[in-house]
Structure formats: C-alpha cells, structure tokens
C-alpha cells in the first residue's frame, strides 16, 4: 500500500493505492468512495480489508479522503456534496494515471455511493461499473437518521440523561442535524441533504455499463431507483443478502467490523463472476 496526497495545491486530498498483486486478463481498477462521518470511520476496517482482497485479486484500488474528511485537507464544515463529487473526479484521473487502460469500477457506500452517483453524470471516461452499498437516496431522512443516532450516541455515553436531546428530536431537530455522531455537518451539506432525493440520483450510463446494489434492507425505494436505472438503460441489478453491519455504531457490539459475506461477494462481481 502507498499512501499519498494529491490534487490541486489549495484542495490536497490524501490516497491510498494498493497495487494488483497479480495480472490476469485486462487490467482492472476499483476506485472507493467511502461513507461520510462516524460510517467512515465504522467502515475504514471493511474498506481496508476489501482493497487488500482486490489487490491479491488483481485490481489496481485507490481509496480517498475527500476534502475536509480524514487525512485530506480541510475541517469537517468544508465538506459538501458538490466537492466531494469533484473529489471523486480528481480521484478517478489519480487511479487511471496509476493503472493506464484499466477497467475502472466505482464502488461506494451510503453517501459515498450517492456521491458516486452524482459524479458518474460528469465524469469524461465513466467507469464500466458502479457497485453502490446501500446508498443514500433521502438526504432528508439522512440528516433525520443522523439526528438520532447522535442521541443515541450520547445517551449511551453519559451517566445523566439528558431529556432535551429527546425533545430537540421532536420539536428541533435542525439543532441536531448539525452534528452527525461527533463530525460537523457544514451549512453547505445541511442544506445540500435537505434538497436531495432519489431523483438526483438518475445515471447517464455508458454502453454496457453496469450499476449493481447490495444492501441488507429490503427497501422498495432502493428496489424503484434500481428499476429507473435499466428504465434509462443500465445493467442494473440489487442484490438483496444479509450482513450484520451497523453504519453508525461507534462500537461493533454485537455486529462484523468486516462483513465477509459482503466484501467476497463485491470481489466476485468486480471478478466477473457474480
């Protein structure tokens, strides 16, 4: 693995490539889009674990901070929707300068994969593929969802409950909505998530492009969204499997850290074989 930082001077994001262990047929590439907040930090062991089991697969895999998330420039109110979809962009250009005529997928996970969704409409050479886990279609309920769990969060780590965050759920929620689970929501992505439905998501896919869906729901807004992407000529398809993995716990608790039948099962599609 290389680690590394790159893009322009006054945006520096942070990298880190893991090269093909091994070369079997066309080369291939997975750029990762990771989750946003506390998910990413939930989620970094799983990503970790995933570009390592690429790589021996034989996959160039760059995984990224955007900026004002995790080693990349910027502080946690830096980060919105519309930056972080160039992110993706400038990302996309690092991994296809790394791995020269590779077949690039995307794979991103909750608000990664929606951004991932939104950047494939502005992307020159778009990738042959999106893998999307359980991305976010509601930024709305997203910021609700968000909202609650913070509570959650600090309910569970103070001794004296505090009975106004219950009430701010209910009557104030926007007082929430401003932190998710210790990271700051800026005012850009606050306002950014209240405006985003699934109708922002609509893909321009290229010839044979294929967008796949894994998630452990069963929900039908994901199960429609999929449908309007091979309605606009994509080879879309949702896998619907069961992984116990909680996006926004700060603990595992009872939950995988590295949900292994997900990462082998996104292997296998990147692999051709799934």
């Known amino acids: 693995m290389q680690a590394f930082h790159f893009g322009a ?12 262990a091994r070369r079997v047929g066309p080369p291939s590439a997975v750029l990762l889009c990771q989750p946003f907040g506390q998910e990413s930090v939930r989620a970094h062991r799983m990503f ?15 995984r990224f901070d955007p900026f004002g998330a995790g080693d990349s420039a910027g502080q946690d109110e830096d980060l919105d929707l519309m930056g972080w ?3 993706v962009l400038t990302a996309h250009l690092e991994l296809q300068r790394r791995s020269p005529g590779a077949a690039v997928w995307w794979l991103g996970a909750r608000l990664g ?19 999307l886990c359980e991305p976010v279609l509601d ?3 997203y910021r609700r969802e968000l909202a609650h769990a913070t509570v959650h969060a600090l309910e569970a780590s103070h001794a004296i409950k505090d009975a106004g965050w219950r009430h701010d759920l209910e009557h104030a929620p926007e007082r929430l909505e401003r932190e998710g689970i210790g990271f700051a929501v800026g005012q850009a992505l606050h306002e950014q998530l209240g405006r985003l439905t699934a109708l922002d998501l609509d893909l321009m896919p290229a010839p044979g492009s294929r967008v796949r869906v894994v998630s452990s729901v069963d929900s039908p807004a994901l199960a429609a969204r999929v449908q309007r992407w091979v309605a606009m000529g994509a080879a879309a398809r949702m896998d619907l499997m069961h992984f116990d993995f909680d996006w926004t716990s700060e603990e595992a608790l009872n939950t995988a850290l590295v949900p292994n039948e997900m990462i082998a099962h996104l292997t296998r599609i990147v692999g051709g074989v799934a």
Do not use: I, K, N, S
């Open 9 to 20: 001077a006054h945006r520096r994001l942070y990298g880190c490539f893991h090269a093909a």
């Open 48 to 62: 970790r674990v995933l570009a390592e089991r690429l790589a021996r697969q034989g996959c160039d895999v760059l």
């Open 85 to 87: 979809t160039q992110d």
């Open 113 to 131: 994969g929606t951004v991932a969704c939104l950047a494939q409409r502005q992307v020159a050479a778009r990738p042959v593929g999106l893998l």
């Open 139 to 141: 930024g709305a309920a």
